[in-house]
Each structure stands twice: as C-alpha cells, then as structure tokens.
C-alpha cells in the first residue's frame, strides 16, 4: 500500500514539473542573451517595457527588441530573485541581469493559458 502512494505522489510531482513555469530554461536564455528563446516561451502579442519605453509586439518584433537590448547590453549573468508561485491563472517572477557595465531588473508576468504559463509582459529598468 505503501508503495502505491508513494508511487502515485511521484506521478504527481512528475506531472506537475511539466505544466511549470520554464524558469531554469528563461534563466539560461537572459544569461547568455537568447532573444529568441526568452520570446519562444511568450503569448502571441508580448508587452516589453525597457526604461519606461513600452510597446505592445509581436513575437518577431519582440525578439528584435530584445536583440537590440542584448546588442546595447551584452549578457554578463541572469538569475531570478523571486519566482512566484502557479496559482491560478497569473504568476511573476524577478530577476537581475548584469551586462559588462550595467545592472537591471528584469519582471516577467505570466498568463495561464491552456496548461502552459506564457510571459504576458516583459519590463527591463535600470538597477
């Protein structure tokens, strides 16, 4: 019997890895300035706001601001701060990037969709 529930608690833990927020993955993409794979894990339309400039875009012209952020700021370290926790249908999390000269907060919030948490809006602000 015993088993059989620490059996079951162990698909439970499995599953539920799978339907999580890719935080290890968006990680590693800020720290090496992987536009497109920080975008690849967005909604359809993304809001970015980099020092209070702020758009509403796609996900190609969010990957060339991002491009153009990582070109203006070469990635030197990412890691996030504070991951908030899945519960219902929104969550954020924060984090530092450092480039060669300069530091900056980075704010993700995202939207449930489906079984999937997408990043609804990305804001990047000097530190």
Do not use: C, H, W
Not at 80 to 98: L, T
């Amino acid at each position: 019997m015993s088993y059989l529930i620490t059996y079951i608690l162990s698909l439970a833990f499995a599953l539920s890895s799978l339907l999580s927020i890719p935080f290890n993955d968006l990680e590693s993409a800020f720290a090496k300035g992987d536009a497109e794979k920080v975008i690849s894990y967005g909604k359809t339309k993304i809001l970015i706001s980099i020092d209070s400039k702020e758009g509403v875009y796609s996900k190609s012209q969010g990957t060339q601001v991002l491009k153009s952020f990582f070109k203006d700021n070469p990635p030197k370290s990412f890691s996030f701060d504070f991951k908030g926790k899945e519960n219902g249908s929104n969550s954020f999390a924060v984090g530092v990037y450092k480039s060669v000269a300069k530091k900056f907060r980075i704010s993700l919030k995202f939207q449930k969709e489906g079984e999937d948490y997408l990043i609804e809006s990305i804001t990047i602000g000097k530190q």
